[in-house]
Every structure is written in C-alpha cells, then in structure tokens.
C-alpha cells in the first residue's frame, strides 16, 4: 500500500532539476541529452521551461535496463 501511495504523491511533470535527480544525473547531462536527442523525451512548457513526465523517464529508464544474463549485448 506505500508504494501506491508514493507514486500517487508523485508529481507528474518534473522540471529539469527535479528529473535529473530522479535519474541521478546532473542537470548539464540532462541538458546535454536534449540537445542531442538521446535522453528522456521532454515536453517545452514555455520558451525555456523543460518539463519531463515521470510515466516517460520511468519507460525510458525501462527501455535502456540491461539484463545481465543475456549474451548478445
């Protein structure tokens, strides 16, 4: 039950700061990843306000898991 709790106390966009501490990274990487196209998807909340759904940072982080056990990587 605390876990469901947790993820509904969740906000549902981070600004930059708050999402390159969700992933544990800083926010010149995150910055970085953007202007490269290679991070999370982000949404422009404004001219230069940068907004990340945690639903997405969560399939992104998802989608680059390596399993160890696999041979082919």
Do not use: E, F, Q
Not at 17 to 28: E, K
Not at 54 to 63: F, I, M, N, R, V
Request: proline share 5%.
């Amino acid at each position: 039950m605390a876990r469901k709790t947790a993820l509904a106390d969740r906000p549902a966009v981070l600004n930059a700061r708050d999402a390159a501490s969700y992933l544990g990274v800083s926010i010149s990487t995150l910055k970085a990843w953007r202007r490269t196209r290679m991070g999370p998807p982000h949404t422009m909340l404004g001219a230069r306000m940068v907004g990340y759904r945690t639903a997405l940072l969560d399939a992104w982080l998802a989608s680059r898991t390596i399993d160890p056990d696999r041979t082919d990587h």
